[in-house]
């Protein structure tokens, strides 16, 4: 098993408790914390003490592993040796990929209410697509023109499937509440009838 996280669930209970089964009973598990830095708006300096997170293995008796999380390579081998090490029964593995986001957590968030642009400028540079497109090209294996070419195809595989999506009409209602459970409970039943009579009235006002 594979399971992902964020630097902020290691700060959860599930974390622990999970680390703590897991090599309690030798489960072949692959634990990958992605470490973007910052938990919503809250930085790893103020989600642990530890050095790294990758060092909290040692507390719990299974290996952890630091790599860098924008190294696409450097990512695969550490993932490919953790999975084998847990699928030949040794137990299993932490990995922490060190990484950024350079990005909002979410389109209400506001990153530079808790981080500068000068810290964004140190991590740019070290973005995987850039490294790996850097890569490509030194290889021969990419180029400008081939980068034109598959953008404009997937512009057009993209505007196929949303003209093929809007000429299929809407859903019926029911189809949102059904497929959930055997049948209706009682709670779904009732916002089904407010959104029918919402959708009632709605279409009275025209």
């Not at 992902?4 to 914390?33: H, R």
């Not at 790599?67 to 695969?76: E, K, R």
């Amino acid at each position: 098993m594979l399971c992902y996280f964020g630097d902020g669930g290691t700060s959860e209970g599930d974390f622990s408790e999970g680390l703590n089964w897991a090599a309690v009973f030798t489960c072949p598990c692959v634990f990958f914390c992605n470490n973007n830095q910052y938990a919503i708006s809250v930085p790893r300096e103020l989600q642990t003490k530890a050095a790294t997170i990758a060092q909290k293995a040692v507390g719990f008796g299974l290996p952890g592993i630091q790599v860098d999380g924008n190294d696409l390579f450097a990512v695969y081998r550490a993932t490919k040796e953790a999975v084998d090490y847990a699928r030949a029964g040794n137990g299993q593995v932490l990995i922490e990929a060190e990484t950024y986001r350079m990005g909002a957590h979410t389109t209400s968030d506001d990153p530079t209410k808790y981080r500068t642009s000068e810290e964004e400028k140190i991590w740019e540079p070290r973005d995987p697509l850039i490294r790996v497109k850097k890569y490509l090209h030194e290889k021969g294996l990419w180029s400008d023109a081939k980068e034109t070419a598959y953008e404009e195809e997937c512009a057009a595989k993209i505007d196929e499937v949303i003209s093929h999506v809007v000429g299929l009409g809407s859903n019926p209602i029911h189809e949102l509440f059904e497929n959930q459970y055997e049948s209706l409970t009682n709670s779904l039943e009732d916002q089904k009838a407010d959104l029918e009579a919402f959708l009632a009235w709605q279409s009275r006002r025209g």
